[in-house]
T-cell receptor, first 111, second 114 residues
Framework: EDKVVQSPLSLVVHEGDTVTLNCSYEVTNFRSLLWYKQEKKAPTFLFMLTSSGIEKKSGRLSSILDKKELFSILNITATQTGDSAIYLCAVLGSNDYKLSFGAGTTVTVRA | SAVISQKPSRDICQRGTSLTIQCQVDSQVTMMFWYRQQPGQSLTLIATANQGSEATYESGFVIDKFPISRPNLTFSTLTVSNMSPEDSSIYLC???????????FGPGTRLTVL
């Protein structure tokens, strides 16, 4: 059974801080790893990673994958209160298209 | 990315009743999925909605409790049957394609069962 573990489960930072979120996984026939941001109901897509060592970047957010050590990190620099959300990591394994999600990391950014 | 809508956005229902949730996509998509997110929990896949055939359910989910329809490549419904308070959750549909692993989620339906 595919397994996705996120850490920490929650953290509180102040505006301007940098946060690093971790995601480790055990999947059969890894295909890709995805990061989502969930503020209310719907997760919004952030990144999809398939290759090791290639950083994906979008504004203050960046992510990288290590397929040898089976983990990914999501960095948020110069945090803002609008970054407060649950960040979800999910992986695709085997030959299907079903996502297995981690428990999520709740990030709270205080002004 | 595809534009996905879900109806209703939220509902409060009495135990023993059923609710049907609709998911509409603005373009044809190969893959459609239904997820449940119970309070304080992460997302759990209920089933893959297959166009023109029966849905494929994950362990712990059965067709009698969560019947799913997918009459075409842009629309699907999920029914939560004979509801109990334990069914109170956010229900989400997602779409993806065989040419990409990226999945996009609908806005979700927040269901409360009293």
């Amino acid at each position: 059974e595919d397994k996705v573990v996120q850490s920490p489960l929650s953290l509180v930072v102040h505006e301007g801080d940098t946060v690093t979120l971790n995601c480790s996984y055990e999947v059969t026939n890894f295909r890709s790893l995805l990061w989502y941001k969930q503020e209310k109901k719907a997760p919004t897509f952030l990144f999809m990673l398939t290759s090791s060592g290639i950083e994906k970047k979008s504004g203050r957010l960046s992510s990288i994958l290590d397929k040898k050590e089976l983990f990914s990190i999501l960095n948020i620099t110069a945090t803002q209160t609008g970054d407060s959300a649950i960040y979800l990591c999910a992986v695709l394994g085997s030959n299907d298209y079903k996502l297995s999600f981690g428990a999520g990391t709740t990030v709270t950014v205080r002004a | 990315s595809a534009v996905i809508s879900q109806k209703p956005s939220r509902d409060i229902c009495q135990r023993g009743t059923s609710l049907t949730i609709q998911c509409q996509v603005d373009s044809q998509v190969t893959m459609m999925f239904w997820y449940r997110q119970q309070p304080g929990q992460s997302l759990t896949l209920i089933a893959t909605a297959n166009q023109g055939s029966e849905a494929t359910y994950e362990s712990g989910f059965v067709i009698d409790k969560f019947p799913i329809s997918r009459p075409n490549l842009t629309f699907s419904t999920l029914t939560v049957s004979n509801m109990s308070p334990e069914d109170s959750s956010i229900y989400l549909c997602s779409v993806g394609g065989t040419s990409t692993d990226t999945q996009y989620f609908g806005p979700g339906t927040r269901l409360t069962v009293l």
